[in-house]
């Protein structure tokens, strides 16, 4: 029986996949990207497991203790300028810097994604008014902006996070513009309307299902920049107070060992730089993966 | 086992036929669109693109009536205009003896009047099903997902593509041909009256447009469709209209009878674009090109005829005064050309033009 037969005496309809079906099956099939996922799952589990895991108290130091190097009996990665394990610092400190890389951004990534929606189907005057006040925001670097606005709204963790999700709304928003008008150009748009469909249906079924895709990949881009902007805050002493751990911020109160205990002082950002490199892996498998034709 | 009940060709009346056989299907009365450039908005002039200049035409019931032109002489517009999908600056539409959004609402015209575009993947979108895509149309105007689903399976089977096999494909798993006669489809979901073809078989290779130009033609005849067919292919014209509309710059040039228009053209410019065809005959070669150059820039039309700068008739009169519609001569065609009642016939190709 050829396989025309085969699909002819079917009785039931060929369904292909979904299309996340499709997407899935190519990101597992990129095992450098697969790798990069697994470090991120087990850097949360890292975190949410911190208390079984961690071998000592993070916060409790003793001054007899200060700066071991890496790989003293007791302490397999040091003690910090306080006497503290630094294994156990470094696997809570996954907890408020996980926090602080991933929370700002899908709040930003709501409210990017629809105010750049809008503006690129609505466009017009609408366009322009949102468009333009997000680039008012654009005339400051992240960073500066970042810290101006956890500056302006006191230090702590919650004005932190505010402010970074702040300093990603414009470019998830300029992101989102461009994809929304490319797409509202294309003919099955016109189509979609000469069918009498209203704006919200055709934004509903049209417009975010080819939509939210690039702009969901540019979003998890961001992650690490959210996690290097949060250690920022607190190096300046904006985010995280001591002595809870978190990288960035331990970063900062070791950087004064960097000529005594180099290695141990790099920690922190080692794991910065893991994480934030995972976060990046994972979205360009990503985009490749939401590629239909690949 | 049908679930979709086509309305049956012209010869028994069709129950949303208002005005009879000889009332028009659609009556276009001074449709006109100039396009702003916004580039320049706040420094400098703002220059205007006359896309549409206004024209009137009218489409019988159950004819098939073709506009040709070169690229940029308004036919997309003019399309888009129709469906709505753009406002026009000034104009009538009358479908039907029912002037559209007044007495007949913008709703109810586009279950009416639908539209096959050129780009068979860009009309797509590529996240929908094919059924999907299909039965978009039925849904959002409440019908059942079951039956708008059957419904697209019908239409599936009459485009000559088989539902078992293509219902829950994607755009991308199929080839040109087979996603343009699954936007045939989509547009005949609606059993509409008018369908607005606009490029449907240009981007296609020649076998499978031929293909697509027999099902056009099968389905007008079961689905009783009146249908606006526009091309730059003039073979295909020729072999698809009744009637046929010559545009040049946004305005009409002629429009009349097919064959009439064909075999005796009356404007220059439809003899310059019918000389221009590539002969088929070995013996006769088209030897130069009877047409140099481009359309000029309809952001600065020519004064009076907008063809006088090409045309190699042109007399001083032609660049003073905008001619109108006349009826020509063999009386089959309109034309608008201030020379056509002249004595002395108007050549017939080659015809030279002189650089631009």
């Known amino acids: 029986m050829t396989p025309n037969q085969a699909l002819e005496t079917q009785p039931v309809i060929a369904r292909s996949p979904g299309y996340w079906h499709g997407v899935i099956k190519r990101f597992s099939r990129n095992h450098v990207a697969m790798g990069a996922l697994i470090v991120i799952l087990g850097l949360i589990l890292m975190a949410v497991f911190a208390a079984y895991i961690a071998p000592a108290d993070p916060i409790k130091g003793s001054m007899l203790r200060r700066l071991k190097p890496i790989g003293t009996p007791g302490f397999p990665l040091g003690a910090d300028e306080l006497g503290r394990d630094m294994l156990s610092r470094l696997i809570y400190g996954a907890r408020l810097s996980l926090l602080m890389g991933l929370s700002p951004v899908p709040i930003a990534f709501v409210i990017g994604s629809l105010l750049g929606i809008t503006a690129g189907y609505v466009g017009g005057l609408t366009n322009s008014l949102i468009m333009r006040t997000i680039d008012v925001f654009y005339a400051f670097p992240s960073v500066l902006l970042a810290v101006a606005l956890s500056g302006a709204l006191g230090a702590g963790l919650t004005n932190a996070l505010i402010s970074i999700t702040l300093v990603f709304i414009p470019p998830i928003t300029r992101v989102a513009e461009s994809v929304t008008t490319q797409v509202r150009g294309l003919d099955y748009i016109d189509a979609a309307r000469a069918s009498g469909a209203s704006s919200y249906t055709i934004i509903r079924v049209h417009i975010l299902g080819n939509v939210l895709g690039p702009i969901f990949v540019y979003a998890t881009g961001l992650v690490s920049v959210s996690m290097i902007l949060a250690s920022g805050l607190s190096f300046l002493g904006l985010g995280v107070r001591p002595p809870d751990p978190e990288w960035g911020l331990m970063l900062n109160t070791l950087r004064t060992a960097i000529y005594t205990q180099p290695l141990v002082a790099a920690l922190p950002g080692a794991m910065i730089f893991l994480t934030s490199i995972a976060f990046n892996i994972v979205a360009d498998g990503l985009r490749g993966a939401m590629d239909v034709k690949s | ?356």
């Open chain 2, 1 to 356: 086992m049908t679930h979709f009940e086509p309305i049956s060709p012209l010869s028994v009346l069709d129950p949303r036929d208002r005005g009879g056989p000889v009332q028009p299907l659609l009556t276009i009365q001074g449709l006109k669109k100039y396009f702003h450039s916004a580039g320049n908005s706040w420094f400098g002039a703002q220059s205007v693109v006359r896309a549409v200049d206004d024209i009137s035409f009218v489409i019988h019931k159950g004819e098939t009536l073709g506009v040709v032109g070169e690229s940029g002489c308004g036919k997309s517009t003019t399309a888009r205009l129709l469906m709505h999908l753009i406002k026009p600056d000034q104009g009538e539409i009358i479908f039907d003896g029912e002037k559209v959004g007044i007495d007949i609402p913008l709703t109810e015209f586009r279950r009416q009047v639908q539209m096959v575009f050129q780009d068979s993947y860009a009309s797509l979108n590529p996240r929908l099903t094919i059924e999907d895509t299909i039965s978009f149309g039925p849904r959002i105007h409440g019908m059942y997902e079951s039956k708008a689903r059957l419904i697209s399976h019908d239409l599936l089977a009459r485009v000559g593509l088989d539902p078992s096999r293509f219902a829950g494909r994607y755009p991308h798993e199929l080839s040109g041909g087979q996603r343009q006669r699954i936007n045939i489809a989509r547009a005949l979901a609606f059993n509409p009256r008018l369908l607005i073809l606009d490029e449907a078989v240009s981007a296609l290779d020649k076998s499978v447009e031929a293909q697509v130009l027999n099902l056009l033609q099968d389905l007008k005849e079961d689905f009783g469709l009146t249908y606006l067919f526009i091309s730059h292919d003039l073979n295909v014209v020729r072999y698809m209209v009744d009637r046929v509309m010559v545009m040049y710059l946004g305005s009409i040039a002629e429009i009349g009878d097919g064959e009439t228009v064909f075999s005796t053209p009356v404007h220059p410019y439809t003899k310059a674009l019918l000389a221009s065809m590539p002969s088929m005959d070995p013996d006769q070669p088209t030897r130069e090109a009877p047409l140099s150059g481009d359309p000029p820039n309809p952001i600065n039309p020519p004064s009076g005829c907008r063809f006088h700068p090409r045309c190699i008739m042109a007399e001083a009169a032609c660049s003073q005064k905008r001619p109108a519609l006349e009826t020509t001569r063999h009386k089959k065609s309109m034309a608008a050309c201030l020379l056509q009642n002249r004595d002395t016939p108007i050549p017939f190709p080659p015809i030279k033009v002189s650089g631009q």
